[in-house]
């Protein structure tokens, strides 16, 4: 018996030690905490003070000017996503917010694989480029496929004349582009009007008449050479597109350009005539881009409005 128990203790020994299945039983993979998506999430916050760039929020003014502001990532503006006012500071601020997760197909060059950073990033004011921010964190990363990763904040303040730019937190490298406040050329609000009544040509609008359709350009000071300019119009659902030159007469003829001078700034009337062909149809969508121009600052001719000037919008039905 003693015999029989030993080598029963030296069989389970064996069995224990050679791993309970003779050495089948495949080794535990670790789950990774993290993957890499083919997307990258980041956010970009701008301080400014509240007086810089808004009248009374009463106004149409108010109501607007945020949207004038975009962020220009290779060659697309994106709109703020939100913007928040601190009334309670010393001059009070306020604090534009752009949230954004984009493919990496779209952001190009923009992404460097390797630091996980942005660069040449435009902060872009009524068409006009403020300040460019490059080696801004990002984040690629989520916990599992599905999750939505924490996005990296940075803020930067601007100064009341729109010329200095510096890191307030975060990470980032911002550079201005402007020298001098008399350099600033850009639009302070674009409207169209309905039934006569003004209202902001933002971001998703789909009321826009598409016929006698007239939108009012407001610059930040006084212009000249306001009837030069090229432009191309392209409708989106059909992808049909054609391009409008104010030099050639019969492209000319297809708007009515009336410039005015309010309070020191100019006003642009443009009202939309059309033909049989080069016309907005109802109830469709919208791509107009300013190309090219000769306006530009009446006190400072060689501050010119820059091109490249996009607004998107629905006509009524």
């Given at each position: 018996m003693v015999r029989v128990g030993l080598l029963l203790v030296l069989v389970l020994t064996l069995f224990v030690a050679t791993g309970c299945g003779n050495g089948d039983d495949k080794p535990i993979t670790p789950v990774p905490t993290t993957v890499t998506r083919d997307v990258v999430s980041f956010t970009q916050s701008f301080v400014m003070p509240?007086?810089?760039?808004?009248?009374?929020?009463?106004?149409?003014?108010?109501?607007?000017?945020?949207?004038?502001?975009?962020?220009?990532i290779n060659g697309t503006d994106y709109p703020p996503s939100t913007f928040t006012v601190d009334a309670s500071a010393n001059p009070p601020m306020v604090t534009l917010t752009f949230t954004l997760t984009l493919s990496k197909t779209t952001l190009g060059t923009v992404?460097?694989?390797?630091?996980?950073?942005?660069?040449?990033?435009?902060?872009?004011?009524?068409?006009?480029?403020?300040?460019?921010i490059n080696a801004t964190k990002a984040n690629d990363q989520a916990a599992n496929v599905t999750a939505i990763p924490v996005p990296v904040v940075a803020k930067y303040s601007v100064s009341a004349d729109r010329v200095t730019v510096s890191l307030i937190s975060g990470t980032g490298t911002p550079v201005s582009s402007i020298p001098t406040a008399s350099d600033t050329l850009f639009l302070e609000k674009v409207t169209y009007l309905k039934n006569n009544v003004e209202y902001p040509l933002a971001s998703g609008v789909a009321d826009v008449p598409s016929v006698g359709t007239t939108f009012k350009l407001y610059f930040n000071t006084a212009v000249i050479n306001t009837t030069n300019w090229t432009a191309t119009v392209v409708n989106t659902d059909s992808?049909?597109?054609?391009?409008l030159n104010s030099g050639t007469p019969a492209d000319a003829a297809l708007f009515t350009v009336t410039p005015i001078v309010v309070g020191g700034k100019s006003v642009i009337t443009v009202v939309v005539n059309g033909d049989a062909t080069r016309k907005l149809k109802a109830n469709a969508n919208y791509?107009?881009?300013?190309?090219?121009?000769?306006?530009?600052?009446?006190?400072?001719?060689?501050?010119?409005?820059?091109?490249n000037l996009t607004r998107t919008f629905r006509t009524a039905p």
């Amino acid at each position: 018996m003693v015999r029989v128990g030993l080598l029963l203790v030296l069989v389970l020994t064996l069995f224990v030690a050679t791993g309970c299945g003779n050495g089948d039983d495949k080794p535990i993979t670790p789950v990774p905490t993290t993957v890499t998506r083919d997307v990258v999430s980041f956010t970009q916050s701008f301080v400014m003070p509240l007086s810089s760039v808004s009248t009374p929020a009463t106004s149409l003014r108010g109501q607007t000017w945020w949207q004038e502001f975009a962020l220009r990532i290779n060659g697309t503006d994106y709109p703020p996503s939100t913007f928040t006012v601190d009334a309670s500071a010393n001059p009070p601020m306020v604090t534009l917010t752009f949230t954004l997760t984009l493919s990496k197909t779209t952001l190009g060059t923009v992404w460097n694989e390797s630091t996980k950073t942005l660069s040449s990033i435009q902060l872009v004011e009524g068409g006009q480029v403020i300040a460019t921010i490059n080696a801004t964190k990002a984040n690629d990363q989520a916990a599992n496929v599905t999750a939505i990763p924490v996005p990296v904040v940075a803020k930067y303040s601007v100064s009341a004349d729109r010329v200095t730019v510096s890191l307030i937190s975060g990470t980032g490298t911002p550079v201005s582009s402007i020298p001098t406040a008399s350099d600033t050329l850009f639009l302070e609000k674009v409207t169209y009007l309905k039934n006569n009544v003004e209202y902001p040509l933002a971001s998703g609008v789909a009321d826009v008449p598409s016929v006698g359709t007239t939108f009012k350009l407001y610059f930040n000071t006084a212009v000249i050479n306001t009837t030069n300019w090229t432009a191309t119009v392209v409708n989106t659902d059909s992808n049909i597109s054609f391009q409008l030159n104010s030099g050639t007469p019969a492209d000319a003829a297809l708007f009515t350009v009336t410039p005015i001078v309010v309070g020191g700034k100019s006003v642009i009337t443009v009202v939309v005539n059309g033909d049989a062909t080069r016309k907005l149809k109802a109830n469709a969508n919208y791509r107009v881009t300013l190309t090219s121009s000769t306006i530009a600052r009446a006190d400072k001719p060689l501050v010119a409005f820059p091109s490249n000037l996009t607004r998107t919008f629905r006509t009524a039905p």
